[in-house]
């Protein structure tokens, strides 16, 4: 993560901007000390879209949460099959 002083940032902000938008960060300091990092802008998902899309595609069955089977059970447990 590179770090430049705040006229270097002025002078060069297209060419720091050009970097950033590639995924790096960097660090604009005011006589040595950090005061900003310039970071990729990144946009909320649109999940709000995406939710209800396979709606009726399928159904959860009544007994979806019933026990396994005492042979499932202890094949997972390490036991006969």
């Not at 950033?20 to 998902?45: M, T």
């Not at 939710?51 to 009544?62: I, K, Q, S, Y």
């Amino acid at each position: 993560m590179e770090t430049v002083n705040i006229h270097q940032a002025k002078t060069n902000l297209s060419r720091l901007l050009s970097r950033v938008e590639l995924g790096e960060e960097i660090i604009i300091s005011n006589r040595g000390i950090p005061i900003a990092k310039l970071v990729p802008f990144q946009a909320l998902s649109n999940r709000r879209a995406s939710l209800g899309l396979d709606r009726g595609r399928f159904t959860v069955p009544e007994d979806f949460d019933a026990p396994l089977p005492e042979e499932i059970l202890a094949a997972f447990e390490g036991g006969e099959e």
